[in-house]
């Protein structure tokens, strides 16, 4: 059982920054693909970014490209999503996400582990 545990969520004006953590274990569970989500209020869940074990590959959704930087430390258990040149409609919980198989099962959404989710809250 995979047991991930965000961090870093706040609140931020538009066009700042924000680095969100997610510590993941047991510690030897480093051949996952890991990624994060998020969910604005009354929204579905929406893929953000994804990476591979090795970390040699990384996906972003296209509403992210340029500004967010998905990177792993597997030393530290620890994945980062990078947030730059935030917008309001980046207001949203984030959650990590993790799956044995490959990034494309993750980013699919369907039989991951889950954090609790972290609130990331860009103003205007």
């Known amino acids: 059982q995979v047991q991930l545990v965000e961090s870093g969520g706040g609140l931020v004006q538009a066009g700042g920054s924000l680095r969100l953590s997610c510590a993941f274990s047991?510690?030897?569970?480093?051949?996952?693909?890991l990624g994060w989500f998020r969910q604005a209020p009354g929204k579905d869940r929406e893929f953000v970014a994804a990476?591979?074990?090795?970390?040699?590959?990384?996906y972003y959704a296209d509403s992210v490209k340029g500004r967010f930087t998905i990177s792993r430390d597997n030393a530290q258990s620890t994945v980062y999503l990078q947030m730059s040149s935030l917008k309001p409609e980046d207001t949203a919980s984030y959650y990590c996400?993790?799956?044995?198989?490959?990034?494309?099962?993750?980013?699919?959404?369907?039989?991951?582990?889950w954090g609790q989710g972290t609130q990331v809250t860009v103003s205007s």
């Open positions: 996400a993790a799956s044995p198989l490959s990034t494309a099962t993750l980013i699919k959404g369907s039989g991951n582990s």
């Open positions: 047991p510690r030897d569970l480093q051949y996952l693909s």
């Open positions: 990476i591979s074990w090795s970390g040699g590959n990384s």
